[in-house]
């Protein structure tokens, strides 16, 4: 052990460790928000006007531990540690756990309000089923558990790293990787796509034609509880946290339907309603349709009264190309449309640029600058084009399990925070 150069008015200290007591003190100061050196600073100090030192800790196999202290701190608690016959080890042990014991894990800060997350474009093809799990993952992710998540402070850097560096593909990246907490989230995946697609990703089976659905829901002709549709996503990422709420075929029929159905506008919300109490956020994952559908979609994610601008609205997917630029004009015509017809209040979370991969020239680069461009709605997450997504589906994985420390994985835990 020992106290080399001093760094401004801290000396560096070296000593030794538990790996789970190093472990648990790394996830406790991320999720509170504070420096390592900070907590045993506070920590020794705390150990050092003790009457007494506390229970022994397990100190088997400890390994090299560094941090930077006050230089007197050091020196005091090198004498109350002989004066308690103990080792530095010892010491050093006690005095992290007591920290750890005074600062308890914090709550999940959960909204007042279920959040109410509509990903569309009526275009398909461009990855909202994948978004939509992704995103759905990234929010509920054990909170005891550091993941990379990639800090992007500025997205425009990604668009002047792709102008400058075309060639290099998506290994360029201008942005930060940060290990932080889960965000530990009770989430429901509602497939509301006839095509099942997010159904199927995540091997869940479609619901069958002859039994309920949310289409009979929906058309008022409900054949049960809403709710015993529902199947976890069983992974120990998410502990019982993430659910899903299959489709079915029938969806293929739910604009017809929906016709003859009296505020048809707020079918979505009439089906989904008591199913809301149990969860944080509830992600949509909607058809490529501008149909009534996509009415009952937007409306379910309209700004309720007493709601923060912002907490619920609709996630726009596109890929920088042309042909989302069409489809999103489209698609904010009909919001814009619903708006003023119904006189709703519904925000846009964002435009999430999805499978982006810079090596497609300038179409790609310029494209994506355009996405930047527009500002309201600003882009909220880009999503590289790589193989491991794939992998996932064709495993029926999900994402953030099959590849946690991916490049996609880590860009939907950016989104997660984003639009947070």
């Known amino acids: 052990m020992s106290s080399p150069a001093t760094s401004n008015d801290r000396a560096k200290v070296v000593s030794k460790l538990p790996g789970w007591l190093r472990q648990n003190l790394k996830i406790r100061t991320a999720q509170l928000g504070i420096e390592i050196q900070t907590a045993v600073e506070q920590g020794l100090a705390a150990w050092c006007s003790l009457a007494s030192a506390t229970a022994t800790v397990d100190t088997a196999g400890a390994e090299s531990f560094s941090t930077f202290l006050p230089p007197d701190q050091w020196e005091e608690f090198r004498r109350t540690a002989d004066d308690r016959r103990v080792s530095l080890i010892q010491g050093l042990a006690q005095s992290v756990q007591l920290w750890l014991d005074t600062n308890p894990t914090p709550d999940v800060q959960r909204p007042d309000v279920t959040r109410r997350i509509v990903v569309c474009n009526q275009k398909g093809g461009v990855g909202k089923t994948a978004i939509t799990a992704g995103l759905g993952e990234a929010l509920s992710e054990d909170s005891n558990t550091l993941h990379s998540v990639r800090v992007a402070k500025a997205l425009a850097a990604a668009v002047r790293a792709s102008e400058t560096h075309p060639d290099a593909g998506d290994d360029t990246d201008p942005l930060d990787i940060e290990k932080l907490p889960g965000l530990g989230l009770r989430v429901l995946l509602v497939d509301f796509d006839p095509q099942c697609h997010l159904t199927n990703q995540l091997g869940a089976a479609p619901l069958p034609m002859n039994g309920d659905s949310l289409t009979n829901h929906m058309a008022g002709d409900p054949k049960g ?59 949509v994952d909607c058809p490529p349709s501008l149909g009534l559908s996509m009415d009952a979609a937007a409306y379910y994610g309209r700004r309720r009264d007493g709601e923060t601008p912002g907490q619920s609205g609709a996630l726009i997917v596109v890929q920088a190309e042309d042909s989302s630029a069409d489809a999103y004009e489209l698609l904010t015509n009909q919001i814009e449309d619903l708006r003023n017809d119904l006189g709703l209040e519904l925000d846009y979370l964002g435009i999430v640029v999805n499978l982006y991969d810079s090596r497609r020239g300038y179409i790609a680069t310029s494209s994506l600058q355009g996405w930047v461009d527009i500002k309201d709605p600003r882009v909220v997450g880009l999503i590289s084009d790589l193989k491991e997504q794939k992998e996932a589906v064709r495993m029926k994985q999900p ?15 950016a989104l997660a925070r984003e639009i947070s």
């Not at 019982?240 to 159905?261: E, I, K, Q, T, Y």
């Not at 994402?399 to 835990?413: E, F, I, N, T």
């Open 399 to 413: 994402l953030l399990s099959y590849a946690p420390s991916s490049q996609q994985a880590v860009g939907m835990r």
């Open 225 to 283: 509880d809403l709710q015993d549709l529902i199947v976890s996503v069983d992974d120990a990422n998410f502990d019982g946290r993430l659910h899903l709420l299959p489709a079915c075929h029938d969806a293929f029929l739910l604009d017809v339907r929906l016709s003859a159905v009296r505020a048809r506008e707020a079918a979505l919300e009439r089906a989904l309603l008591p199913l809301e109490a149990d969860y944080d956020v509830i992600l």
